[in-house]
């Protein structure tokens, strides 16, 4: 019997590179975008639920729970000598962001039940409704609607759309709500009442529901727009939850509720006559006894998710199945033997962070809302699939509506590499890139922004994508620097592969590059990445302010402004010089300046030191309890979501919750990227950096306080 590995988070964040290095100079990732922080991000007007990827014409499809579609058009990267070359033209006309949008389409009267592009090329795509039951297929060319078919049935999530001499689109046939049982109840009653000893010829409403049971996978041709399906297809007894298709083999990966994973081929089943077809002589084992197929059955557990990786430059194909009990299988092509189990269950995350395992990199209280989060996920059936069993009539019933909330009809997607040889998983600490022959975590892309998304679906677009030079052109103010591929003063062109993400419960898609702003300390980074380009709600227009800042903003009028850009910690164990950020944090350095001026902090002491996180003082009574502004009380929080916790050396604010500084504050020894939005960044240290690391070496009690005082003697402003 083939052993399996069992690779359990903690093995895999052992191996995590987490060097400042660009990880793509050390593994070879070229065309995996590694970056901690998300490049741009833009908006629908409700939640986003799904998006997908032409690999031939360069487009990123998203639809969100309005039945929304969005056509996006991706963008050439630019290099740095296009930049510079068209620098003079970037006021008018600013660089281009990875994505442009092209058209937008209200395709359906409620959620998407499913978006794909056609396999293997993208030349088409096609949107299920999940309460009208019409598939709408698009021309991705053309960006524009090429058919549509109203169905009348109850489409599920699962769904593949294949290019083949006509349009064939496979899509399930969901697990009906509790509404609709009802209703179908009632409906057969009415029927059976309406009986009686008289012919009356047939009853009208006798016939009314002809839904596929659930557990059929329907076929329909893009090219006849037929609403009868080609053919229907009956491998499954249980709704399907999850299909994924080899195109160079023809082969359908399926699961369903009852844990049933099958492989079957598309040609076979479209030509058999019932939809049906034994004959194992297409796929790529004899007798599916043969096989690891059974392994969710024997644990009690389905799929909710299935990527395939196709084989290439001789490597066999593998397929990955997420699973309801947050654990990953890797299954081998063509012997569809299970490989290895990397495990994602909380348990495993609590004995993790409880080992205070350096990997996680997250205080308690950052941990304990992801923790939240996760419960909040899973009380939204996000990983069972959006089903649930009856426990009394063994029924399954989908637990979403059309009036279901927006993230409720989120879905969870991992996705291959074009070469099948890295695994892109989204957890809990951000979007892990799992080298699949080694089971190692070579990457954890977004892990800066994890504090505040939690990423779900994810695809990868791959590099080269197709450019419009006129318009490209256009844009940059006429200068061929910026379509040029051939001359990079020596280096090769910028890879312009994306990562597409969606995170949970938000109304934007995430495009993260292998250029991350905020590492590169752009301007205003953070406020030109989130684009409004639809109409902002309160969260929008709270993040696109300064967080936390109370409408009577604090202006000159109401204070004196302190013009000092640098402070000296004079300390025991030697000086620390701090770059002050006055004009971004106004009240906040007035408060630090004026507690410095006026002696308040001399003598004060370090009275907490956490090795590997920071070190805290500005409490005059040097238990953490005390300390006040020069207001007296507390102040507003003057938070900048330029100003983050994303490096070392980042000097905060200590508060006990949303606007209630004093004169307490940190340094922190390791990015903290948890504490963005909740604590005010006024300062970055420059000089000093080893009195830092000198002060967090002293020993501690169990309570974070140093056994020896260290002090504050003086702070000098200039």
């Known amino acids: 019997m083939t052993s399996i590995r069992k690779r359990h988070h903690d093995e895999l964040a052992n191996d995590h590179h987490d060097s400042s290095t660009p990880i793509s100079q050390t593994t070879p990732l070229q065309d995996i975008p590694t970056t901690h922080h998300y490049a741009v991000s833009y908006m629908h007007r409700s939640t986003v639920t799904h998006s997908c990827v032409s690999l031939r014409h360069g487009y990123v499809l998203t639809g969100s729970t309005d039945g929304v579609v969005k056509f996006w058009k991706r963008s050439a990267a630019v290099s740095p000598a296009a930049s510079t070359a068209a620098s003079t033209n970037q006021k008018e006309n600013p660089p281009t962001r990875c994505l442009e949008f092209v058209k937008s389409y209200i395709s359906h009267a409620g959620p998407l039940a499913a978006l794909v592009c056609s396999s293997p090329d993208g030349n088409s795509a096609a949107s299920v409704g999940f309460a009208d039951g019409t598939v709408k297929f698009y021309d991705v060319a053309s960006f524009d609607v090429a058919g549509m078919i109203r169905t009348g049935f109850p489409l599920g999530r699962a769904a593949v759309l294949l290019e083949r001499e006509e349009g064939i689109l496979l899509v399930s046939v969901r697990a009906r709500t509790k509404e609709e049982l009802r209703e179908r109840e009632k409906r057969m009653r009415g029927d059976k009442n309406n009986d009686d000893d008289d012919d009356d010829g047939p009853n009208p409403n006798s016939d009314k529901d002809k839904s596929p049971p659930p557990g059929s996978i329907l076929i329909f041709s893009s090219t006849t727009l037929s609403p009868e399906p080609l053919r229907i297809v009956s491998y499954h007894a249980s709704p399907v939850t999850s299909m994924a298709y080899h195109s160079q083999k023809q082969w359908i990966v399926s699961g369903d509720v009852s844990g049933v994973l099958e492989v079957w081929n598309v040609s076979a089943a479209i030509n058999a006559s019932n939809g049906n077809n034994d004959d194992y002589s297409l796929l790529p084992f004899q007798s599916k006894i043969d096989t690891d197929l059974y392994a969710l059955m024997k644990k009690k557990t389905y799929a909710i998710d299935i990527a395939i990786a196709e084989s290439s430059h001789g490597n066999r194909g593998l397929f990955a199945i997420y699973s309801t009990d947050r654990k990953i299988r890797l299954f081998s092509l063509p012997e569809c033997k299970l490989l290895c189990i990397y495990d994602e269950r909380m348990k495993v995350y609590d004995g ?367």
């Open 352 to 718: 993790l962070f409880a080992s205070k395992s350096k990997s996680m990199g997250i205080d308690a209280i950052e941990y304990g809302n992801r923790a939240a989060l996760e419960r909040e996920m899973e009380d939204a059936c996000l990983f069972s699939g959006g089903m649930m069993m009856n426990p009394t009539t063994k029924q399954t019933v989908c637990t979403l509506t059309s009036h279901s909330d927006g993230s409720h009809h989120q879905l969870l997607r991992m996705s291959f590499d074009n070469t099948g040889k890295y695994l892109l998983l989204p957890t809990i600490v951000g979007i892990k890139v799992i080298n699949i022959r080694t089971n190692a975590v070579v990457a954890t892309v977004g892990k800066g922004d994890a504090s505040s998304l939690r990423f779900l679906h994810v695809c990868l677009c791959p590099g080269d994508a197709k450019v419009d030079q006129q318009l490209q052109l256009a844009r940059m103010g006429g200068s061929s620097a910026a379509i040029s591929h051939k001359t990079y003063e020596g280096s090769a062109p910028p890879n312009d592969s994306l990562i597409i993400a969606l995170a949970y419960g938000k109304r934007r898609f995430y495009a993260f590059s292998h250029h991350d702003p905020l590492l590169d300390e752009e301007h205003d980074a953070q406020q030109s990445r989130d684009v409004l380009n639809e109409p902002p709600d309160a969260s929008d227009l709270l993040e696109a302010s300064h967080l936390g800042r109370s409408d009577n903003d604090f202006n000159a009028a109401n204070a004196k402004l302190t013009t000092a850009t640098t402070a000296i910690l004079r300390t025991t164990h030697g000086d620390i010089t701090i770059k002050l950020f006055p004009k971004e944090t106004p009240k906040t350095i007035q408060n630090f300046i004026g507690h410095a001026q006026s002696g308040y902090y001399d003598n004060v002491i370090f009275h907490r030191i956490i090795p590997g996180f920071m070190i805290q003082t500005g409490d005059p009574l040097g238990d953490g309890t005390g300390g006040e502004s020069i207001w007296g009380g507390e102040f507003e929080d003057e938070i900048r979501r330029e100003l983050r916790h994303d490096r070392p050396f980042t000097v905060s604010m200590a508060n006990a919750g949303p606007n209630t500084n004093g004169s307490q504050f940190f340094i922190t020894t390791v990015p903290t990227p948890w504490l963005d939005n909740k604590h005010t960044v006024f300062g970055r240290v420059t000089g000093g950096m080893e009195v830092v690391m000198s002060i967090e070496g002293v020993k501690t009690d169990d309570l974070d306080r140093p056994l020896t005082e260290v002090k504050i003697l003086s702070v000098d402003v200039s």
